[in-house]
T-cell receptor
Framework: RKEVEQDPGPFNVPEGATVAFNCTYS??????FFWYRQDCRKEPKLLMS???SGNEDGRFTAQLNRASQYISLLIRDSKLSDSATYLC??????????FGTGTRLQVFP | NAGVTQTPKFQVLKTGQSMTLQCAQD?????MYWYRQDPGMGLRLIYY???????DKGEVPNGYNVSRLNKREFSLRLESAAPSQTSVYFC????????????FGPGTRLTVL
């Protein structure tokens, strides 16, 4: 079983829709959580960190459920430019990150 | 401020050839990393360097060596390339330990025939 698991998608949604991705992690010692975004044939870039109380950045909301060991990302009012692969990332309080395989989002007009 | 740079962008090798992938960062970060990304596998850590002068193995180190030349530069060497090493290679650097953001270079697309 992978340490970080994500539904690969693709999620195909129309512009303006709300879409949510979940990610589960297996190691309860995980301490830090992130969502990275990766555009096709580009490098990953940090989208947002995920805090225990949940956090919001514009149209993006991240939630953490430690009891069930999952992280979620909600995107409201989807834009064409949101089309990308979203990587769930966890850290066990070391210098090393564990990456999920990503969830692909395609927003259509 | 270029961030993280990698050379080359593309490379084709024959089985058994060697090559070095170069990475440099200008953000004064202590930690640097090499990953490979394969379809369906996600990013996997090959080697990392928590500070100048130190290197450690990651998840998939076999067939690779690294050198942390100075604080800015971290190179990855394939001594005898194999088709299984066909992949996209990303270098990254980080500013603040486990909670720090990792900044990635644009990647090197390597094909081994």
């Amino acid at each position: 079983r992978k340490e970080v698991e994500q539904d690969p998608g693709p999620f195909n949604v129309p512009e303006g829709a709300t879409v949510a991705f979940n990610c589960t992690y297996s190691n309860s010692a995980s301490q830090s959580f992130f969502w990275y975004r990766q555009d096709c044939r580009k490098e990953p870039k940090l989208l947002m960190s995920v805090y225990s109380s949940g956090n919001e950045d514009g149209r993006f909301t991240a939630q953490l459920n430690r009891a069930s060991q999952y992280i979620s990302l909600l995107i409201r009012d989807s834009k064409l430019s949101d089309s990308a692969t979203y990587l769930c990332v966890v850290n066990r309080n070391t210098d090393k990150l564990i990456f999920g395989t990503g969830t692909r989002l395609q927003v259509f007009p | 401020n270029a961030g993280v740079t990698q050379t080359p962008k593309f490379q084709v090798l024959k089985t058994g050839q060697s090559m070095t992938l170069q990475c440099a960062q200008d953000m004064n970060h202590n930690s640097m990393y090499w990953y490979r990304q394969d379809p369906g596998m996600g990013l996997r850590l090959i080697y990392y360097s928590a500070s100048e002068g130190t290197t450690d193995k990651g998840e998939v180190p076999n067939g690779y060596n690294v050198s942390r030349l100075n604080k800015r530069e971290f190179s990855l060497r394939l001594e005898s390339a194999a088709p299984s090493q066909t992949s996209v290679y990303f270098c990254a650097s980080s500013d603040a330990g486990p909670a720090g953001t990792q900044y990635f270079g644009p990647g090197t697309r390597l094909t081994v025939l």
